[in-house]
C-alpha cells in the first residue's frame, strides 16, 4: 500500500511565503510523475505543478514565476516552495504521483492567503 503524506500548509498573509513537502511511502516502486494539484471552495481540482522523473516541470499559468516544484528521487519526496502568495491562491493542496500504471494522491494539505 502507498501513501502520500503532506506537510507544510497554513495560514499565511499577501505577499507571504510556504513550502509544502509530500513524502510517499509503501511499496514504491520509480515514481513518473509527481506534484501538485488543488482545489478551493466550489472549484474543481485543478493542476498546479508536476515534475517528472527526467525532471521535467509543468505550471499552471497563474502560478509561474511564483511557485518552484522540486523532488528528491532518492526520498520519493516532492516538495512545492510558493512565493508571493495571493489570496486566490488559497485552497486545499493535494500531493500526486504516478508511477506503475497507477495514480495516488495524498489527504491535502490546507493554504489560506488572507489580505
Known amino acids: 500500500q502507498v501513501q502520500l503524506v503532506e506537510s507544510g500548509g497554513g495560514l499565511v498573509q499577501t505577499g507571504g511565503s510556504l513550502r509544502l513537502s509530500c513524502g510517499a511511502s509503501?511499496?514504491?516502486?520509480?515514481?513518473?510523475?509527481m506534484g501538485w494539484y488543488r482545489q478551493a471552495p466550489g472549484s474543481q481540482r485543478e493542476l498546479v505543478a508536476v515534475?517528472?522523473?527526467?525532471?521535467?516541470?509543468r505550471y499552471t499559468d497563474s502560478v509561474k514565476d511564483r511557485f518552484t516544484v522540486s523532488r528528491d528521487g532518492a526520498r520519493n519526496t516532492a516538495y512545492l516552495q510558493m512565493i508571493n502568495l495571493k489570496p486566490e491562491d488559497t485552497a486545499v493542496y493535494y500531493c500526486?504521483?504516478?508511477?506503475?500504471?497507477?495514480?495516488?494522491w495524498g489527504k491535502g494539505t490546507l493554504v489560506t492567503v488572507f489580505s
Open positions: 515534475i517528472s522523473d527526467g525532471a521535467a516541470k
Open positions: 500526486y504521483a504516478a508511477f506503475s500504471g497507477m495514480s495516488y
Open positions: 509503501g511499496t514504491v516502486l520509480r515514481i513518473n510523475t
